[in-house]
């Protein structure tokens, strides 16, 4: 299933000699045999997290809490957009805790400590569930950087019930490319449920592994009042702890140190992380410009092992930070983003009016995508001093939209929205504004809704239409059109939830894309 919209194009970096950490049983062994002798341990008491933990006094303050899990799977039919795949909620005792699944190919934690006397109703997955719909905190179990689908893939476990549990994936890719990772799940007196994974990789020709990703649900909401977590904070290479505000205008792409880790920050309960124990080449980071995952990448290696083929390998954990160590990390960690100020990128945010004066701030939560193929004009506007401009073309619809970075938009199943705006055309040209329903890319279009057409020489002129999303909660996707040679200006959009009470009102609030 593709990404609604093209990931950046990872750079790439000079090499890092990776850390020699390991205790000598385990170099001789490899990374999959530290996992399974026990000794991960060893390998993340090198690592930068775990250095941090060391010396965190928040750490050290936590209590031990003794716990015995009682894991076992529950084995779900999968929706009908995921036909033929398998599906298992992760229990502990009665309390669902996490699932896996092959069709999107990840494990997914929706808590990382049993909710106990606390347990209401089982957590429940929608209809169609991927990324935009997580419960709690996703890793992937498979490899991709580049790579064309696999046209195999297996999950088999070797222990499914007990105080652990433990699985294997098995992928085939075309072009004799295969990868095999090993999982095993925990638990850890401080931190709770933590997943160990092994991850290798064989392939014809040196190639980029993207090994593993990260990702929250939540961090990319575009509705204010439900995004979750703010930053991400990674170990840079040269031995800072660095942070970025999500933002479409931060989407970095950089190196970072041997044993590295990549995380959010920060909340009471949960403050998901990847924690990289050991690799075999060096390791860079990537910011996904629309989900703010964390594409975890293995430099290519340099030469062929005794096969003639090039082999990578990573052992990490999969955890979450408690509230209090994470907000020590994140007052530890510096900013690496511009700010502050404003840039020349225009935005678009959900409930607000979007007038186009000042563009995406620096140095800040921005929960909105940017306008990548749309210019602003201070040659007219119905107010300030700004408009999109959009200029037609003879017989075909040229169409702009705020995708490219920043968040998708959001709509609800069952709620009721108005897309409104201010719309001046010129010359031979049709203008009019348009919101599509889509699930899993901008061309899965499930309906679409328009206003009325605006033609020829028309002053400023208020367009708008109401519309309910389709089923399973799809994407909005936002269009600005012009039909025609002639040229169209577009102000003060906004796309607003129409209250369902009929005593209140759908007003909204006027701002400068702060």
Known sequence: MPPLIEEPEHMTMPFIPP????????????????????????????????????????????????????????????????????????????????????????????????????????????????????????????????????????VRFTKDRGDTLAFTSEQEIPGGISGTSEFRLSWDEKLGYVWHGVTRFSTPKSIDVEFNNLLAGGVSESRADRKRWQKTVRSHADGRIVFVHHNPLNLPAEKIAPGGFVGFVAEDGMNPFVDIEQTSEPVRMSTCSQWYDQHIIMKRPAAPGSDDRYHTEASYRFLSLPGPVARELEAEAVSVEKGPGDSGRMGFLQNVVNDFE?????????????????????????????????????????????????????????????????????????????????????????????????????????????????????????????????????????????????????????????
Not at 87 to 106: A, M, P, S
């Open 19 to 154: 850390s020699p950490c390991r205790p000598s049983a385990c170099r001789a062994a490899g990374l999959a045999a530290c996992l399974l002798l026990a000794c991960g341990a060893a390998d993340a008491a090198a690592g930068q997290l775990q250095k941090f933990l060391d010396r965190s006094k928040a750490y050290a303050a936590l209590p031990r809490v003794a716990h015995v899990p009682q894991f076992h799977l529950e084995s779900i039919p999968p929706g009908q957009h995921a036909a033929g795949t398998e599906w298992w909620y992760v229990l502990d005792g009665d309390e669902r805790i996490g699932l896996i699944q092959t069709w999107t190919k990840e494990i997914e934690l929706f808590t990382f400590r049993p909710r106990g006397s606390a347990v209401g109703p089982q957590p429940e997955i929608p209809n169609v569930h991927h990324w935009a719909t997580l419960i709690g905190a996703r890793i992937q179990m498979y490899g991709t950087q580049g790579f064309p689908s696999a046209t195999g893939f297996t």
């Open 358 to 514: 000042t563009g995406v701030p620096f140095g800040q939560v921005y929960n909105g995508p940017t306008w990548r193929h749309a210019n602003t004009t201070d040659a007219c506007a119905h107010s300030g001093k700004k408009s999109l401009e959009l200029a037609g073309t003879a017989h075909t619809v040229n169409a702009v939209s705020p995708i490219g970075a920043g968040t998708a938009i959001y709509g609800e199943t069952k709620k009721r929205y108005r897309l409104s705006g201010w719309v001046k055309t010129r010359g031979p040209a049709n203008a009019w504004l348009q919101i599509d329903d889509v699930i899993f890319n901008w061309e899965d279009v499930k309906a679409s809704h328009r206003t009325e057409k605006l033609a020829g020489d028309k002053d400023w002129t208020r367009l708008d239409a109401e519309f309910t999303p389709a089923p399973n909660d799809p994407f909005l996707l936002v269009k600005l059109c012009v039909e025609g040679s002639g040229t169209a200006w577009f102000d003060d959009l906004e796309l607003v939830e129409i209250p369902s009470s009929p005593t209140k009102t759908a007003a909204s609030t006027r701002v400068s894309n702060p």
